[in-house]
């Protein structure tokens, strides 16, 4: 399928969404210029790009791929081939056929790949051990990833997004900037098992960001945005008249900084073990804050 039609479905599915472009892409955890440019055909979008857009849409990735039957019956397929009847499934007529059983498929790679590389980290991992977990075919995931390389970008995204989604729910209640500051605190400290599995996760990918250029360019990317949230609530908070006036950018890259470290140092103590706890890392954290940025 040619590229110009690959990025005529995409903006379907953004207008399907009900969402600006800028919106979308910070769903895709992707640079708005990047989705700008690939809306536009002067750069082409990545399979992981694409699988992400269709984890967010609900829409089948083989139908972003063109791989869809146009009009009329879609044909039979076989397990684990490109899917048919991918239309956008709230476009479709509910007298249509069910959605086929791996319409989710690369939703479901993507979770089971950040599950095994939280178990055993992402060099560890086999596309086999993929495979297996998924109940499928390593020939399916190399479809959907064709290799290691689009696995892990497609797990950061994923990670990032759940990330920002978390923090948007946690905090949609408050209105208080220094409630604010001290719920993404609570929100970033790993206490249990889920969010040690996810900060391990974090943890190679800072690694790999060292090496692949694909990862850390969405490294910079997410961590662009955090800060931003952050120096944002800062802002909001010193206009609030509950914390000093600092200046919002270098108080965020000081605390974020610090929650990474206390985070790595919290994930290398075993629970019930001595070391850094969860309980410590958020006393410290509250205290930097009251130290540095509550107003007096």
């Not at 479901?108 to 060099?123: D, P």
């Not at 950018?249 to 974020?256: K, V, W």
Request: glycine share 6%.
């Amino acid at each position: 399928m040619q590229h110009d039609e690959v990025a005529e479905r995409v903006r379907q599915v953004i207008r399907a969404a009900g969402v600006s472009q800028r919106e979308f892409a910070r769903r895709m955890v992707i640079d708005p210029s990047k989705l700008s440019r690939s809306l536009g055909g002067t750069r082409r979008f990545t399979t992981a790009e694409l699988a992400r857009v269709a984890d967010i849409a609900d829409v089948d990735a083989g139908w972003l791929l063109g791989s869809a039957a146009e009009h009329g019956a879609a044909p039979v397929r076989q397990a684990d081939a490109p899917p048919t009847d991918v239309r956008p499934r709230r476009a479709r007529n509910t007298a249509a056929a069910s959605p086929t059983a791996d319409s989710g498929r690369p939703l479901q790679i993507v979770r089971q790949t950040v599950r095994l590389i939280a178990e055993h980290g992402f060099h560890s991992v086999r596309v086999a051990d993929i495979a297996e977990a998924c109940g499928t075919s390593t020939a399916a995931i190399h479809y959907h990833f064709p290799g290691r390389d689009e696995l892990l970008e497609a797990a950061a995204r994923w990670c990032m997004d759940e990330d920002t989604a978390r923090r948007a729910a946690g905090t949609a209640d408050t209105d208080h900037a220094g409630d604010e500051l001290r719920l993404l605190i609570e929100l970033q400290t790993p206490y249990t098992p889920q969010q040690r599995r996810q900060w391990s996760v974090w943890l190679d990918l800072w690694a790999e960001a060292a090496r692949s250029t694909a990862v850390g360019e969405l490294h910079v990317e997410y961590y662009r945005q955090w800060r931003d949230t952050v120096a944002e609530v800062i802002r909001r908070g010193i206009a609030q008249q509950v914390f000093r006036p600092v200046d919002p950018e270098t108080a965020a890259l000081g605390l974020t900084a610090l929650i990474d470290g206390l985070a790595s140092q919290v994930l290398a103590t075993t629970p019930g073990e001595p070391g850094t706890s969860a309980e410590d890392m958020h006393a410290a954290l509250l205290g930097h804050v009251d130290a540095t940025l509550t107003a007096r």
